[in-house]
């Protein structure tokens, strides 16, 4: 069983990244299933149900969240019944939307959760390894487990991935959007990154327009951040479990 996890995708660059991109990825490899993070699919902010749709027709099976899940209002009216959305499983419980996905495909039964961080995150989730703890004992019938960990602490996610080593398939960061090379097999099996990286607009700062952010940092008034437009670079990992590998993937437009 193969996944293929594609990092945060920020506003339309990186929309049209993935609806570009996914098909040159598949002429050297190939995948059973397809997860992006999509908390800054909408202009950066968020997910509407347009993005949400652009990236399903692109070939993205599930999206998963973050800390943005809640900037674009739209996502209320359709959180709740789009079984392929996950938001992060340790917001606290009355909140809308799922905290992780079953699917069925080929055979094999995949559970994709999202986890946020707390270190330098919104300070009142829950703890994140307890809810992996319940969450893993909930879902042991599955064949695979796959975890977004979303933060911003690299000690946190490699923390967590080391906890959980053994018991998740698959650990994979997201948030920071800027790529790590750690990619890496734990002692016990579970395949890990500490950050898949952005996929959006390779001119900008973190999938933004520059001149804004530059302008917040060295005046420090606050400023809109309006997704940044033109080629994008896409990132993603590869997760083959049958041959136990993690392949850092880093694509850019021309
Ligand atoms: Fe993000
Ligand atoms: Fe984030």
């Known amino acids: 069983m193969k996944a293929l996890f594609i990092g945060d995708v920020v506003g339309r660059s990186g929309r049209n990244a993935v609806a570009a991109m ?22 950066g902010r968020g997910l509407t149900p347009a993005c949400a749709q652009e990236l399903l027709a692109a070939g993205v099976d599930v999206i998963t969240m973050g800390n943005h899940t809640w900037d674009n209002k739209e996502i209320l009216a359709f959180i709740d019944e789009a079984s392929y959305l996950v938001r992060p499983a340790n917001y606290p419980a009355p909140v809308p939307g799922q905290g992780y996905t079953i699917v069925e495909k080929g055979g094999t039964r995949t559970a994709v959760i999202n986890l946020s961080g ?9 703890c994140p390894f307890a809810k992996a703890d319940t969450l893993l004992a909930q879902l042991g019938d599955c064949d695979y487990t796959i975890i977004d960990f979303h933060g911003e602490a690299t000690a946190e996610k490699v923390g967590l991935a080391r906890y959980l080593d053994g018991r998740a398939s698959a650990v994979v960061g997201t948030h920071t959007h800027i790529q790590t090379a750690d990619e890496q097999v734990l002692p016990r099996g579970t395949l890990y990154i500490t950050d898949v990286g952005a996929t959006g607009a390779i001119c900008s700062v973190l999938g933004m327009e520059v001149d804004p952010v530059i302008k917040r940092l060295t005046t420090k008034i606050p400023q809109r951040f309006p997704a940044a437009r033109g080629p994008a670079r896409l990132c993603a990992v590869l997760l083959d479990f049958s041959a136990g590998r993690i392949l850092r993937l880093a694509l850019d437009q021309d």
């Open 118 to 126: 707390q270190v330098f995150m919104e300070p009142a989730l829950d």
């Open 22 to 43: 996914l098909p040159v990825l598949a002429r050297e490899h190939s995948w059973d299933l397809c997860i992006a993070n999509g908390e800054n699919a909408a202009g």
